[in-house]
C-alpha cells in the first residue's frame, strides 16, 4: 500500500491559498482515477484506490499539526515509512519548480515539522511544490496564506497536474526514475506583455545607477 499525503489547512477559507498546494495535488490525482473522499477514522479525509494499492490522505487537524493525522494513517493501515509521500508547498522553490526526495528536514515547513515530531523519523519521501512567484515577501507565514495572483494562477494550475503527473510516476515507475525526470524540470511561465516592460524598466533603472555610479568613480580617480 502507498499513501499520498497532501498537506494543507481545511476550511473555505484556506482552500485557494499556497499552503493548501498539497491538497490541490491530491484533489487532482483522486479525479483521475475517479474516486471519492470520505471521513477517516481520524483527523483525516481519504479516498482509496484498491485496484492500484493507493491512499489519498488530507488531515483535518490544521496545517501545523497535520503529524498527528499521519500517525492514525500510518497505524491503521501498516504502512512502511518509504510507501509515505508527502506534498507539501515550499516557498523557496520557485512557482515552476518540483523537488521529490527520498528523505529530508523539514525545511522550515510547520506541517512538515509536525509529521517529523510526530514519526520522530524524517526518512520518507516528498514531493516539493514550489509556490514562490513574483509577490513573494518576507514574512512566509502570511505569504503562503494568501492566494496566487490572477496572473499566476493559470500557470499554477499547470503545476498542480505536473505534480500529479509526477505521483503517477511514483506508482507506475517509482521513484528514483521519478527524480531522475522531474527534479530537473523547472517550467517558466510566458511573460505578458505587461511583465515584459516591467522588467524593461527595471533593466532601465539598474543601468542607469551603474552609469552614474561609473561616473562618480572616474570623477574621484581624476581628482585624486
Same mark, same amino acid.
Given at each position: 500500500?502507498?499513501?499520498? @499525503?497532501?498537506?494543507?489547512?481545511?476550511?473555505?477559507?484556506?482552500?485557494?491559498?499556497?499552503? #493548501?498546494?498539497?491538497?490541490? @495535488? @491530491?484533489?487532482?490525482?483522486?479525479?483521475?482515477?475517479?474516486?471519492?473522499?470520505?471521513?477517516?477514522?481520524?483527523?483525516?479525509v481519504?479516498?482509496?484506490?484498491?485496484?492500484?494499492?493507493?491512499?489519498?490522505?488530507?488531515?483535518?487537524?490544521? /496545517?501545523?499539526?497535520?503529524g498527528?493525522?499521519?500517525r492514525?494513517?500510518? %497505524?491503521?493501515?501498516?504502512i512502511?515509512?518509504?510507501?509515505?509521500?508527502l506534498?507539501?508547498?515550499?516557498? %523557496?522553490? #520557485?512557482?515552476?519548480?518540483?523537488?521529490?526526495?527520498?528523505?529530508?528536514? %523539514?525545511?522550515c515547513h510547520?506541517?512538515?515539522?509536525? @509529521?517529523?515530531?510526530?514519526?520522530?523519523?524524517?526518512?520518507?519521501?516528498?514531493?516539493?511544490?514550489?509556490?514562490?512567484?513574483?509577490?513573494?515577501?518576507?514574512p512566509?507565514?502570511?505569504?503562503?496564506?494568501?492566494?496566487?495572483r490572477?496572473? %499566476?494562477?493559470?500557470?499554477?494550475? &499547470?503545476?498542480?497536474?505536473?505534480?500529479?503527473?509526477?505521483? /503517477?510516476?511514483?506508482?507506475?515507475?517509482?521513484?528514483?526514475?521519478?527524480?531522475?525526470?522531474?527534479?530537473?524540470?523547472?517550467?517558466?511561465?510566458?511573460?505578458? &506583455?505587461e511583465?515584459?516592460?516591467?522588467?524593461?524598466?527595471?533593466?532601465?533603472?539598474?543601468?542607469?545607477?551603474?552609469?552614474?555610479?561609473?561616473?562618480?568613480?572616474?570623477?574621484?580617480?581624476?581628482?585624486?
Amino acid at each position: 500500500m502507498v499513501v499520498f @499525503v497532501g498537506l494543507g489547512n481545511i476550511g473555505d477559507e484556506y482552500s485557494s491559498t499556497k499552503h #493548501n498546494a498539497g491538497f490541490w @495535488v @491530491v484533489n487532482e490525482l483522486a479525479k483521475r482515477m475517479n474516486i471519492s473522499f470520505k471521513p477517516g477514522k481520524g483527523d483525516y479525509v481519504f479516498a482509496e484506490n484498491r485496484n492500484k494499492n493507493i491512499i489519498l490522505i488530507k488531515p483535518t487537524t490544521g /496545517m501545523n499539526r497535520s503529524g498527528l493525522a499521519v500517525r492514525q494513517v500510518l %497505524d491503521k493501515w501498516n504502512i512502511e515509512l518509504k510507501n509515505l509521500y508527502l506534498i507539501v508547498d515550499d516557498v %523557496d522553490l #520557485n512557482l515552476g519548480t518540483l523537488r521529490i526526495r527520498p528523505r529530508g528536514g %523539514d525545511g522550515c515547513h510547520r506541517g512538515m515539522e509536525s @509529521v517529523i515530531y510526530q514519526l520522530n523519523e524524517n526518512k520518507f519521501p516528498r514531493i516539493r511544490f514550489g509556490i514562490k512567484a513574483g509577490d513573494h515577501k518576507r514574512p512566509a507565514e502570511k505569504y503562503v496564506l494568501k492566494s496566487f495572483r490572477k496572473q %499566476d494562477q493559470q500557470f499554477t494550475e &499547470e503545476m498542480v497536474q505536473q505534480a500529479a503527473d509526477a505521483a /503517477m510516476s511514483i506508482m507506475n515507475n517509482g521513484i528514483n526514475i521519478t527524480m531522475n525526470k522531474y527534479n530537473r524540470i523547472e517550467k517558466t511561465e510566458e511573460r505578458s &506583455e505587461e511583465h515584459t516592460s516591467e522588467l524593461q524598466s527595471h533593466s532601465f533603472i539598474s543601468y542607469a545607477v551603474f552609469c552614474l555610479k561609473k561616473k562618480k568613480y572616474l570623477y574621484n580617480t581624476l581628482m585624486n
